[in-house]
């Protein structure tokens, strides 16, 4: 069986750091699209950040600069850097891996993340 899971999330206070871990077992996703989503209380779950396998990231526009997505292909492993922390970005982060031919989608159990003002 595919699991994902997350871990590191946590209460910080606006302006500190946290680092998220998410581990992959069942499957290799080195060649694979892994990435970030997070979901607030009352608001729809939204993307946060995406690495390919080449180490090419995305990320959205409320987390640029502030945020950092890398991999580990060895570990089978994906993190987020967060820094500047806002209270708007408290949510439950879920932890996301995608392989293709035929499309295969897995997600994590999600994190908690609380920024305090």
């Known amino acids: 069986q595919v699991q994902l899971v997350e871990s590191g999330g946590g209460l910080v206070q606006a302006g500190g750091s946290l680092s998220l871990s998410c581990a992959a077992s069942?499957?290799?996703?080195?060649?694979?699209?892994m990435g970030w989503y997070r979901q607030a209380p009352g608001k729809q779950r939204e993307l946060v950040a995406t690495i390919n396998s080449g180490g090419r990231a995305t990320y959205a526009d409320s987390v640029k600069v502030r945020f950092t997505i890398s991999r580990d292909n060895a570990k089978n492993t994906v993190y987020l850097q967060m820094n500047s922390l806002k209270p708007e970005d408290t949510a439950v982060y879920y932890c996301?891996?995608?392989?293709?031919?035929?499309?295969?989608?897995?997600w994590g159990q999600g994190t908690q993340v609380t920024v305090s003002s």
């Open positions: 069942g499957s290799s996703f080195s060649s694979g699209v």
């Open positions: 996301n891996a995608v392989l293709l031919f035929p499309t295969r989608e897995f």
